[in-house]
């Protein structure tokens, strides 16, 4: 038996089935002629069919639309009729004397000329339209090809996710409230308190700390007698500690819970560990405070304890007898949502500065000194938004770049304000009575 399972046999016998299966073969081939044909058969009369049946829906297609045309022509025609009808009574009118029926005349004349106009419009914003997969037409009103794009236009921005570079590239800074307290003077700097959710903000012309809600009611405000300018915050969530920074101290005062002053970390002076006119600070993941060192022109990384780590913006010339300096009065500072990069608002060269957190190394730098956009003036203050963008307070306006320094937008603000930070789609803006919070939106 072979692997089809046939019977080989002999060679008679395989001779025999062979020629059997040559009849066999004819007799299915005869069979399925026979089916093509008839299918052949079925298809032609199918089309036949179907082009008889598209003939007819195209005759009364045909039928159809002469119909809407007629009837569109003698709606026309109608309308001039009617217009040159009011067109006579105008004329009539004109030529009587003013009296209360000739007012009256008017005004019906002037409803009827109004009437006409409106249909006018609607007469022409009418379209006909054929849907080629119902095979019919459809008589409807045309909208505004003008407003279609607007509306889309619209419609599409609203789709725009919050912050992303697209959003920023039309989006604007709305008000929404301002936040102030009776004492309020010269605020500096709002940060979120990580374990109350509150928001802290130094006012460094009333030499306090006040506190808001997260609904940006007026909780309390606390000062302490060292304090002088305190002018920055940043808090460490593990000790529930409060780092204030005040600029003409030089010095970080730690606060605990309860708002008391516990201790201060570093003094006046050059050497290292030491801080000259301070003007931002923030605790970076490795939970050492990074200080922007304005009158030292200089970043300093130092621990909690006030212990000197390292400088930022600063190298040993190569002969090791001093110190190349890369900023000039650094402004504010912001650390990335991942906490690998800090920016610096570089104020005395005009410019951005981006240095790895952990190592100092300058990973970016742009901006140069000008009023176009792109360009900074007077930077005093960045942020870091939820997606990697950065916020660049400059003398009247807020100008928004990618982490690379692209430009992607610049919204005018009051000018002479003294610190800027981004909570969420927020702005905080301090000017000298009020912090103004601001929103982005697409109007």
């Known amino acids: 038996i072979s692997e089809s399972g046939l019977n080989i046999g002999d060679p008679l016998s395989m001779k025999r089935q062979l020629q059997i299966s040559f009849s066999n073969l004819e007799e299915f081939e005869t069979t399925f002629q026979a089916d093509i044909q008839e299918l052949s058969q079925n298809i032609n009369n199918t089309i036949e069919r179907k082009m008889e049946e598209l003939a007819e829906k195209k005759d009364a297609l045909g039928k159809q639309l002469k119909k809407i045309l007629k009837d569109k022509l003698e709606l026309h025609e109608n309308w001039r009729s009617q217009s040159e009808d009011l067109i006579e009574r105008i004329d009539d009118e004109k030529l009587k004397e003013s009296s209360a029926q000739h007012i009256m005349e008017m005004n019906t004349l002037g409803n009827s000329f109004g009437s006409l106009i409106s249909k006018m419009d609607r007469m022409c914003a009418e379209k006909v339209s054929f849907d080629p997969n119902s095979l019919s037409l459809n008589l409807c009103k045309q909208s505004n090809p003008m407003e279609e794009t607007k509306v889309a236009r619209k419609a599409s921005q609203n789709k725009l996710p919050a912050l992303s570079t697209d959003f920023y590239k039309v989006a604007t800074l709305e008000e929404v409230r301002k936040m102030k307290w009776q004492n309020c003077l010269q605020p500096r700097c709002a940060a979120i308190c990580p374990w109350t959710g509150q928001i802290w903000v130094c006012s460094s012309g009333s030499r306090e700390i006040a506190i808001f809600d997260s609904d940006d009611t007026f909780v309390h405000s606390f000062?302490?007698?060292?304090?002088?300018?305190?002018?920055?915050?940043?808090?460490?969530?593990?000790?529930?500690?409060?780092?204030?920074?005040?600029?003409?101290?030089?010095?970080?005062?730690?606060?605990?819970?309860?708002?008391?002053?516990?201790?201060?970390?570093?003094?006046?002076?050059?050497?290292?560990?030491?801080?000259?006119?301070?003007?931002?600070?923030?605790?970076?993941?490795?939970?050492?405070?990074?200080?922007?060192?304005?009158?030292?022109?200089?970043?300093?990384?130092?621990?909690?304890?006030?212990?000197?780590?390292?400088?930022?913006?600063?190298?040993?010339?190569?002969?090791?007898?001093?110190?190349?300096?890369?900023?000039?009065?650094?402004?504010?500072?912001?650390?990335?949502?991942?906490?690998?990069?800090?920016?610096?608002?570089?104020?005395?060269?005009?410019?951005?500065?981006?240095?790895?957190?952990?190592?100092?190394?300058?990973?970016?730098?742009?901006?140069?000194?000008?009023?176009?956009n792109g360009q900074l003036e007077k930077p005093i203050d960045v942020s870091w938004d939820t997606q990697g963008h950065l916020l660049v307070l400059d003398e009247g306006r807020v100008q928004v770049f990618t982490e690379n320094g692209e430009f992607l937008r610049a919204v005018k603000v009051k000018e002479h304000l003294t610190g800027m930070s981004a909570i969420g789609q927020c702005v905080l803006l301090s000017d000298t009575y009020c912090v103004n919070k601001m929103i982005w939106k697409i109007k």
């Open 223 to 372: 000062t302490n007698s060292a304090f002088l300018f305190p002018c920055s915050i940043a808090f460490k969530m593990e000790t529930m500690e409060a780092f204030v920074l005040d600029k003409r101290q030089s010095s970080i005062f730690v606060v605990s819970p309860t708002y008391q002053v516990t201790r201060s970390i570093a003094r006046e002076g050059k050497k290292s560990g030491c801080l000259n006119s301070p003007t931002a600070l923030v605790l970076d993941n490795k939970g050492r405070l990074i200080v922007s060192d304005n009158g030292n022109d200089r970043i300093q990384v130092l621990d909690t304890d006030g212990t000197y780590v390292a400088y930022i913006g600063l190298h040993h010339q190569e002969d090791g007898k001093g110190y190349i300096q890369e900023l000039s009065s650094p402004g504010g500072l912001a650390l990335s949502m991942d906490g690998k990069a800090v920016a610096v608002a570089d104020t005395g060269n005009c410019r951005i500065k981006i240095y790895s957190a952990n190592s100092g190394r300058s990973l970016q730098c742009f901006g140069m000194r000008g009023r176009a």
